[in-house]
């Protein structure tokens, strides 16, 4: 499966020839499979020549064959020359388009990554809770705690049961205390489930005040990830807090894209924490300061690597300053830099085209 590890070694991986990298939509509400076949077969045509034949056919065989058709979209990567070749089926919706190049075309990746990468669902009531694990819309783990029940107590009220065991009778304040006590301890079962996962974000869901008050008891770090939350009965279906947590994650993306880039323009005409513009871009990259890389989308540049240090340019003014090695020509220095900023551990978000005027493409610092 897929996960922030393949993504690191895909982002480190150089070939010595042509890659193909292919992204296929394969939303079964949309078309067939047959006519998926088809739209591939199409695709490839297009970079005939450019990569192999040998990848191209690993690919056909691989959808013709192999494929189960599970998951909305696949990610295949080949270059059979080198024994390399992976194949991702994803949950999370992706964009169909087909690369060569001496490195995997990893942006979209990077991007799903960012959006539905690590995040749990914590569905809570008066009584327990449901944590759920998805990384890239799989569910990955799950984990139930049931604290004491509600209706015993509501129930019990004056009767013998409660009478003999409790003495006092049962009143609204006490059914306030064990509601208190139950989200209490399921906020902890939270804690050491998210220990356990390290999630990214977290979402919360169940009845509106129900969720405001198990707020209330987690600790700080985790309230620093809740994202949003949503209304869901208890016995909901996975399939159902899976289709939810989406819906949210897709328009909190919109809304952190748009915070991202007045973040990084501002920074930038501030001249502290941020970069505008490819040149720029790159030297912060090189350095490794980037936090968050602020990219449009289908935006290419060629550009100049040095051959010892990896230092990507636009303009190569002898040799490299850093190192004094040589630059070679490469076709797409925007790919490069998004698979170095992925390596040091920064985070990518694809933009729409003009959403940062006609800088394309800038970066948030770490420092
Ligand atoms: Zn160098």
Redesign the pocket.
Known sequence: MFDEKTLRELASLEANGPILSVYLDVDSTQHSAEEYKLILREMLKHVDGQANHEDVEAVKRYVDLAYDWSGRGLALFSRTDEDLWYAFTLAVPVSSGVTVAAKPYISPLVELNGLYGRYVVALVDRQGGRFFLFEMGHLVDQEGTVGEDIRRVRKGRGSSVVGMRGGAPASGRKEAELVQRNLKDCATALSHFCQRHHPRQLLLAGAEHTIAQFQEYLPGALKDVVVGAFAADMDAKEGEIQERAFIILAELMAARKQSVIEATVTAAAKGQNGALGLEETLHVAHEGRVQVLVVEQHYHAPGYR??????LTTQPQGA??????TFTEIPDAVEAVVSQVVEKGGTVEVIDSHMMMNAHIGALLRY
């Open positions: 040095c051959a010892g240090c990896g230092y490299c300053s850093f190192c004094n090695g």
